[in-house]
Structures are given as C-alpha cells and as structure tokens.
C-alpha cells in the first residue's frame, strides 16, 4: 500500500475543508490497493482554532511556500483564490511535486500552457477539479455517445446558474474582484459547463460570447463566506463589482456540433441549477442536476410509436457508484464526487498514470475562458487554436 502526502492549501475554506475531508474518506469506499493519502499539512492565512481537528497529527502552516519546499510532502493541493493558482502551481511543479488545483486552472490560457508543459517535461500527474462530471450518470452518458448510439453529435445545450448576486444589496465578495477573480462567473461557473463540453463532445474551435455585469456596486461586509448572509447597517463601505456577473455564448466544436450556452450567478430563485442537452443524429441525452443520479435517453432506434425519453437512474452496475451504494437512485452528490475525485488523484500518483481532467484539459478550457473575455470585449467571434 502507498501512502501519498498532501498539503492542502487554502484549508480553512470551503473547498480546502471538501479536499481535506475526502482524501481521509475514499478508503472507506474505494479501498486501500490504489493508495492511501495522509494529509501532513493544512496551510491556511487566517488558520482557525479548530483546522487541526479536521487532519489529525497535520501541520498547521500560514505560508504557501513552506509547503511547497518541504520534502516530505508528495502532493499539493491548491485551494486558494483564482489570481493564485498560476503561481503556487508553478512553484510546486518546479519544487517537483505532484499538483492537483481547483478550477480554473490560471487566469489565462498562456499561463495554463505553461503549467501544463512543465508538468509534462518533469513527468508529474496534474489534476483540475473539475468533480461535476465524475458523477457515475456521466460516465453512462460518454458510454452512450462514445458507442455510437445518439449518433453523429449536432448541438449541445448547456447552462449552469445560482443566485448569490441576484439581490442588488447581497455582499461584495473576493469572487467579484477582477484582481482576485479576473473572468469572474466565466472562470468561475462557466468553466463547469465547458467541462462537460470537453468530457462528452470535445473541443471547442470558436465561440461569441456576451458578458455583463448587472449590479456594479455591492457593500462590504467583512469576513462573510459564500452562500452567508448580512444584515447592513446603512454605514458600509461599497465596492465595485470588476468581473462578469453571467454569459450568453454561441460555439462551435471541432466535430461540427454547435453548443448554446449560459450561466450566471444573478439568477433570481434558482439556488443551483446544472444542465445539458445533446442532441445527435440517431438520438439525445438530457440531465438535470436536480435529478443528480438520473439521465434520460431518445433513441430513433426504438419502434414507431413506442420512441420517447426514458429514465435511467444510475446504480449499482456501474462500479463506482456501487462503491457508495447498493441500490439505484438513492442520489450521490457533490461531496461524493469530490470523494471520487480525490481517489482518483492518488490513484494517478500511485499508478503514474493520468486521468481526466489533467493539465492540459486545463489548458484547453482556460482558451474558452480567454475566448469568451475576448469575444465579449470586442463583440466578434473568435477562433480557438
């Protein structure tokens, strides 16, 4: 049994907590034969007094860079803001250090490539949280495509939407600082979608997109996490909202498929909404995250008469999910997905070898980011290398 050594940076946030709790979980569920991890350091700004209880026998580290220069340590895990990625993955792959980082990748495709290529040139595994399509109902959808049993692919349909910014007088966040978060709900939500582009149809070859901002000042609370809410007391401080607040975007993918896309985070009433559309020449799949283990299937192969949408809950006949549950529709979700993720990461350190999403699926959906902030700002296509 290998036991890989991870420090978590970011640990004290949202998602350090999700990664910090799955790499000490999917043993129960995964078994130990592909690895094990054992996270040796927490690494966090403003460490809270209860970060140790959550790793037991972890550092506490306050500095990035100590993490990343101790020899002890195999894996580094970035959960910090966007506008750190690039540079703390860097550090971490030059250091020789496997390194798994939560979406976006970098704030352009440039510093993207260049991650990926150092990765590649030094033999280390890469990883790209991207966890939505690691839910067991995708691997059923890419079984369907990839078999040939919607046919040739001509359109896909896509959105992704949540209102934390819906309300004109909701809190400022770092996640609508340009500095911080320089594409916004682009990097931030839209990058979810363009996973599932990348996972079930490919890449993308040119887009148009329009971003907008809807509210362009928002109070400042401090020390308010995402999803919180706060009273105002009519004296605080306004900041200027510098990143996009949603996008409309056409695209075309390399296969010929075209795609319709939109996200944002100011949808009124829709607290999480996910779905995809793809409609092929013999057939289509429709999935709906509110139905998160189910996907429903057309195919043109049924009889006259008898042809319509049919409901596929994914269970236990797919390996991964009978690794959670013994029966169907009992529902995995976005913590099992990133228990899921974690495993497969130490699976690709202890077998040396890669899995989707790698760096260079990073890279790849870093153009799209770049292309919708391009395409946005000079109201054109644009073509994707």
């Known amino acids: 049994m290998t036991e890989v050594r991870v420090a978590v940076l970011g640990a004290s946030g949202w998602m350090g907590r999700v990664h910090t709790m799955a790499y000490q979980t999917f043993p129960h569920f995964f078994g ?24 037991p026998g972890a550092r506490i580290l306050q500095d990035w860079k100590a993490a990343v220069a101790d020899p002890e340590i195999d894996l580094i895990d970035i959960c910090l ?10 550090a971490a792959l030059l250091a020789g250090k496997h390194v798994y980082c939560e979406k976006p990748l970098a704030d352009t495709a440039v510093e993207a490539r260049e991650l990926a290529d150092i990765a590649r040139q030094k033999g280390l595994i890469t990883r790209v ?4 399509p690691r839910n067991p109902v995708h691997d059923l959808a890419k079984e369907i495509i990839d078999s040939g049993e919607i046919g040739e692919i001509k359109l896909f349909k896509g959105c992704q939407h949540i209102d934390v910014f819906a309300d004109p ?9 340009g500095n911080l978060a320089p594409t916004g709900i682009v990097g931030d939500t839209g990058s979810h979608i363009f996973s599932f582009m990348n996972f079930l ?9 329009d971003n907008f901002i809807v509210t362009p000042t928002r109070p400042v609370v401090r020390d308010l996490a995402m999803g919180e809410q706060a009273t105002l007391s009519g004296e605080e401080k306004w900041s200027e909202v510098t990143n996009p607040d949603g996008t409309n975007m056409l695209c075309r993918f390399a296969n010929g498929a075209r795609g319709v896309v939109d996200f944002s985070r100011i949808a009124t009433g829709r607290k999480f909404v996910q779905t995809y559309e793809i ?3 013999k057939g289509s799949l429709l999935y709906n995250y509110d139905e998160v283990n189910r996907l429903r299937f057309y195919s043109s192969d049924d009889k006259t008469g008898r042809r319509g949408f049919r409901e596929i809950d994914v269970g236990p006949e797919n390996d991964t ?20 993720e974690a495993a497969e990461v130490i699976r690709s350190i202890v077998t040396n070898r890669q899995m989707w999403p790698t760096f260079e699926t990073g890279h790849h959906l870093c153009q799209i980011v770049d292309a919708c902030m391009e395409s946005s700002r000079q109201q054109r296509w644009v073509e994707i290398e």
């Open 81 to 90: 803001p966007d506008n750190m990625h690039y540079e703390v993955a860097k």
């Open 321 to 340: 999910y009978r690794s959670f549950l013994p029966l169907p529709n009992f529902a995995l979700g976005y913590n099992e997905s990133k228990i899921i």
């Open 279 to 281: 409609y092929g020449t």
């Open 201 to 209: 149809v490919g890449r993308v070859s040119s887009l148009i997109a």
């Open 129 to 132: 949280g991207h966890a939505f």
């Open 32 to 55: 130990a034969s592909d690895g094990t991890a054992r996270v040796v350091a927490l690494v966090a700004a403003d460490a809270q007094d209860d970060l140790a209880f959550r790793a």
């Open 169 to 177: 007088l909701a809190p400022y966040m770092w996640r609508a600082d």
